[in-house]
């Protein structure tokens, strides 16, 4: 017999995620899964007295966007912390610091994100004295635009003990003036001495950004998120804090954590016992190869086009990070690697065929994150490793600007290997799509319009950004849904709609595919269900 659905979500707009091609039809969901999917006359024998019914036109519905890359404690932060982004010198950046010090006078530390030196008008490091004009009293940690950096005042450099005496620590730098004195600017793993900043966050603060960020999520479509405790010698993010918001059934998002690599496997052992349920679970072990190429810290084959005599570093010891891959790959974990540079992404691809020669083959899904540039040589041995692209198209509107000198530092013979998605799915690579939220912004929306046309905010260059490496709409969508899901050993779950998957989908308000591309970034989530239950719903849309 029969039971009647849940809810029944009918249009002439399905994206099923299965074919490029859209179907007019229906969907019934029941018990948090699809229960049918068909043509509307078959679905009204799913319909009682007690479904839900909405029809939406045109409309289309698809499945639950998946990121597969956010900083979750970090974004949930950003949300309610000052942001200076759009600010145009140090001055401008620590007025905007101190305006919203003094509106909350409460907090133990001041908190900011998205400064960027290189949109500065004299493009030069800040200093700790600017703030300590405007905010002697109060510490001020503030994460630049990449998440590789941070700027501090004197109060929280005294409040971390970091003076003249304390020692860089590996693969980071306290960077200092002419005396030898902290500059107040602390990079890649020096960060971790100011961790602090985030350990004195109340938990009702907690409470209150993690809410909104879930809420945020739902608005937005999203009903998976991968994220991504470790940043250099910092791990943010509290995989029990999740699990009390899981068991409190406010858990409106699927969240699959990342831990360090870092050769304690024991730890994470520990965490793939605890945490392995529908909505909340371990998913693998996350390490930085390199930096950004615009610091010139992405690990490169050969030098800086700008800057020919360094090819920049690894922030680890290639020996090292060889051989923590080949003990986690031996324990089962999968791991995932931090790599923009090509000659990073080559460490990491030798790292994962190391381990397939000490360990035997087996279906690891271990993952490259971000690639931002890649030797040609290497864009085929994704597919014959078994390693999953992991890539954030919107990160290329920054890189493409004038200003960022991103060209600069690759030069022109290096430029046609940027961003290489095309490539990389063309050579069989599985592709996962996400944001690195808080770096860009969450939206699903902006990451698919940049995919499919590497188009700048003004509309630049002329036929997008490396045009041979666009993808097409239902690629790009499969990317956010289908490759993420795959991604996270959920692809029997979740990612497109069919028959027995959990009911993750979202409906938006028009179809994608007969709206100019232009079109695609202004669309709006109308309804998002999470496993089967509607967790968001645009106000004022009414369905016949």
């Known amino acids: 017999m029969i039971g009647n659905a849940d809810l029944v979500l009918s249009s002439n707009a399905i994206f099923t995620g299965l074919t490029d091609t859209l179907v007019k039809g229906s969907v019934a969901i029941k018990d948090g899964r699809i229960q049918a999917v068909g043509t509307i006359e078959k679905m009204e024998r799913y319909i009682g007295a007690d479904t839900t019914v909405y029809h939406y036109g045109d409309q289309m519905i698809m499945a639950g966007f998946q990121d597969f890359h956010i900083h979750l404690f970090l974004g949930s932060l950003c949300q309610e912390s000052v942001s200076l982004r759009g600010c145009s010198s140090e001055e401008a950046a620590a007025r905007k610091v101190k305006e919203f010090a003094d509106n909350r006078p409460d907090d133990p530390w001041v908190i900011g994100f998205q400064w960027y030196h290189i949109y500065w008008e004299k493009k030069e490091l800040p200093h700790r004295s600017s703030l300590d004009k405007l905010i002697p009293d109060r510490p001020v940690f503030l994460l630049n635009e990449e998440c590789h950096g941070a700027w501090l005042n004197s109060k929280a450099l005294e409040i971390c003990g970091i003076d003249k005496y304390t020692p860089d620590p590996p693969f980071g730098e306290i960077a200092r003036d002419e005396s030898g004195e902290p500059t107040g600017f602390l990079y890649e793993t020096a960060m971790g001495l100011a961790r602090e900043a985030f350990q004195s966050i109340p938990k009702e603060r907690q409470i209150q950004v993690m809410e909104q960020f879930l809420k945020k999520a739902a608005r937005l479509g999203i009903t998976t998120v991968n994220d991504m405790l470790p940043l250099p010698n910092l791990e943010l993010g509290d995989p029990a804090f999740y699990q009390e918001f899981e068991q409190a059934g406010k858990l409106t998002t699927r969240i699959q954590f990342l831990s360090t690599l870092d050769g304690d496997l024991e730890r994470a052992c520990q965490l793939r016992d605890r945490y392995h349920s529908d909505k909340l679970k371990f998913s693998g072990l996350k390490q930085f190869l390199d930096g950004v190429p615009t610091t010139y810290t992405a690990f490169l084959t050969s030098p800086y086009s700008d800057r020919p005599d360094t090819c920049g570093s690894t922030l680890l ?213 999470m496993d089967g239950q509607i967790v968001f719903e645009k106000e004022g849309v009414e369905n016949t």
């Open 317 to 529: 010891p290639e020996d090292t990070v060889k051989k923590w891959a080949v003990e986690a790959d031996k324990e089962g974990f999968r791991i995932r690697f931090h790599a923009c540079g090509d000659g990073a992404v080559q460490l990491a691809l030798d790292c994962f065929e190391e381990a397939q020669k000490q360990n035997g083959v087996r279906d690891a899904r271990h993952t490259i994150e971000h690639i931002e540039v890649i030797h040609p040589d290497d864009s085929n041995r994704f597919e014959k490793l078994g390693v999953i692209a992991s890539m954030q198209p919107e990160h290329m509107a920054a890189a493409s600007l004038e200003e960022h000198e991103y060209v600069e530092r690759l030069g022109t013979e290096r430029e046609p290997f940027t961003w290489p998605i095309y490539t990389l799915i063309n050579h069989g690579a599985r592709m996962a799509f996400g944001s690195d939220y808080p770096v860009v912004d969450l939206d699903p929306l902006t990451e698919i319009y940049r995919a499919v046309t590497r188009l700048h905010d003004d509309g630049l260059p002329d036929g997008g950004w490396n045009p041979e490496e666009k993808i097409s709409l239902a690629e790009a969508l499969r990317c956010y849904t289908k490759g993420s899901a795959y991604g996270s050993f959920q692809e029997q779950e979740s990612g497109t709609i069919e028959e027995g998957k959990w009911a993750d989908i979202i409906v938006l308000d028009r179809n994608l595919f007969t709206v100019p591309a232009a079109d695609i970034r202004k669309a709006e989530v109308l309804l998002t269900i």
